[in-house]
C-alpha cells in the first residue's frame, strides 16, 4: 500500500486529496471508500490503494488510517491459525465418530497425542503474527522519520526580507506570502522542494480551465506549525503571468496583483 496524508476535506461533498509521500501527483478519494474513523482531518496519515480511471486520474480504492492497517495484519494471521485450528478439530471428532467402543481408549490416546502435537504448531503462527505486527510498525515507524527528514529547507539570509531589495516591495503585507511571492519569481530556493512548483490540478474547479501543466503550487509557510499548512500561492503560465492565494487547501482563491 501507499501512504501519505490527508491535505484536502471537503466534508460537504465527502471527497478529498491525498499528499502522496515521493510522488507529485494527489490522490483523489471519497467517503465510500474510506475505512476511517470520524472525523476525517487534514494532516491525517494514512494508507490507501489508487487505480487510475478512463480519464487516467488517480483514484484511491481504499483509504485507511495507519493503525488500522497494522491491525488488521494481524488479525488476518490470527484467523489463518484459528482457520487451521478448527479444521484440524473437525478431522479428530470425524475419526473419533468411526472408531468403535473396543477402542475408545486407543482413540483417546491419539487424539491426545495430536493435541501435544498442535502446541509448537501455535507457538509458531503466534510469533508470525507478532513479526507481522511488528513489520507494519516498523514501515510506519519509517514513514513518520521520512516525513521528518522532509521538513522545510532553511531559506539562506541571502534571500531573506531584509537582503533582497525585490522583497521590500509587499504585495499583501503578509511576511511569508510575499516572501514566497519573491521566491517564485528568481526561481527558488524553496522551502519543500519536493513538492513547491508541481503541477496544480485544478480538481476543485475555483480556477479558470487551463491544458494541463499551467498551474503550479507552492507552499506558503504557516508560522506555529510542523507541516505544510493550508496556505498555498498557484500561479498560471510558464514564466508566471498571474498569481491567486489559498488559505484554506484550494476551498476559496483570491487573485494578487503582482508587478
Given at each position: 500500500?501507499q501512504?501519505?496524508?490527508?491535505?484536502?476535506?471537503?466534508?460537504?461533498?465527502g471527497?478529498g486529496?491525498?499528499?502522496?509521500?515521493?510522488?507529485?501527483?494527489?490522490?483523489?478519494?471519497?467517503?465510500?471508500?474510506?475505512?476511517?474513523?470520524q472525523?476525517i482531518?487534514?494532516?491525517?496519515?494514512?494508507?490507501?490503494?489508487?487505480e487510475?480511471?478512463?480519464?487516467?486520474?488517480?483514484?484511491?480504492?481504499?483509504?485507511?488510517p495507519?493503525?488500522?492497517s497494522?491491525q488488521?495484519?494481524?488479525n488476518t494471521?490470527?484467523?489463518?491459525?484459528t482457520s487451521?485450528n478448527?479444521?484440524?478439530?473437525?478431522?479428530?471428532?470425524?475419526?473419533?465418530?468411526?472408531n468403535?467402543?473396543?477402542r475408545?481408549?486407543?482413540?483417546?490416546?491419539?487424539?491426545?497425542?495430536?493435541?501435544n502435537?498442535?502446541?509448537?504448531l501455535?507457538t509458531l503462527?503466534?510469533?508470525?503474527a507478532?513479526?507481522?505486527?511488528?513489520?507494519?510498525?516498523?514501515?510506519?515507524?519509517?514513514s513518520t522519520?521520512?516525513a521528518?527528514?522532509?521538513?522545510?529547507?532553511?531559506i539562506?539570509?541571502?534571500?531573506?526580507?531584509?537582503?533582497?531589495?525585490?522583497?521590500s516591495?509587499?504585495?499583501t503585507?503578509?511576511?511569508?506570502?510575499?516572501?514566497?511571492?519573491?521566491l517564485?519569481?528568481?526561481?527558488?530556493?524553496?522551502p519543500?522542494?519536493?513538492?513547491?512548483?508541481?503541477?496544480?490540478?485544478n480538481?476543485?474547479?475555483?480556477?479558470p480551465?487551463q491544458?494541463t501543466?499551467y498551474y503550479r503550487?507552492?507552499?506558503?509557510p504557516?508560522p506555529?506549525i510542523?507541516?505544510?499548512?493550508?496556505?498555498r500561492?498557484?500561479?498560471?503560465?510558464?514564466?508566471p503571468?498571474?498569481?491567486?492565494?489559498?488559505?484554506?487547501h484550494?476551498?476559496s482563491?483570491?487573485?494578487?496583483d503582482v508587478?
Amino acid at each position: 500500500m501507499q501512504s501519505g496524508e490527508i491535505k484536502h476535506w471537503n466534508s460537504d461533498k465527502g471527497y478529498g486529496f491525498i499528499d502522496v509521500d515521493d510522488q507529485s501527483e494527489d490522490v483523489f478519494f471519497h467517503i465510500s471508500k474510506a475505512r476511517m474513523p470520524q472525523p476525517i482531518t487534514v494532516g491525517q496519515r494514512v494508507y490507501f490503494n489508487s487505480e487510475r480511471n478512463d480519464k487516467n486520474q488517480l483514484r484511491a480504492t481504499e483509504v485507511t488510517p495507519a493503525s488500522l492497517s497494522i491491525q488488521e495484519s494481524g488479525n488476518t494471521d490470527n484467523t489463518r491459525s484459528t482457520s487451521y485450528n478448527a479444521n484440524q478439530n473437525d478431522s479428530r471428532q470425524n475419526n473419533s465418530i468411526k472408531n468403535n467402543n473396543s477402542r475408545k481408549n486407543t482413540g483417546r490416546n491419539t487424539r491426545n497425542q495430536r493435541q501435544n502435537k498442535k502446541s509448537p504448531l501455535s507457538t509458531l503462527f503466534s510469533l508470525i503474527a507478532i513479526i507481522a505486527v511488528a513489520f507494519y510498525f516498523f514501515d510506519d515507524l519509517q514513514s513518520t522519520l521520512f516525513a521528518d527528514s522532509t521538513e522545510p529547507t532553511t531559506i539562506p539570509q541571502t534571500y531573506s526580507d531584509n537582503s533582497n531589495p525585490a522583497s521590500s516591495s509587499a504585495v499583501t503585507g503578509d511576511a511569508q506570502i510575499d516572501q514566497t511571492i519573491t521566491l517564485i519569481k528568481q526561481g527558488g530556493p524553496f522551502p519543500y522542494p519536493n513538492k513547491d512548483g508541481t503541477t496544480f490540478y485544478n480538481r476543485e474547479g475555483q480556477l479558470p480551465t487551463q491544458s494541463t501543466g499551467y498551474y503550479r503550487e507552492y507552499t506558503v509557510p504557516t508560522p506555529g506549525i510542523s507541516h505544510r499548512g493550508a496556505r498555498r500561492i498557484v500561479t498560471g503560465g510558464n514564466p508566471p503571468t498571474v498569481y491567486y492565494l489559498t488559505v484554506d487547501h484550494y476551498d476559496s482563491f483570491r487573485k494578487l496583483d503582482v508587478k
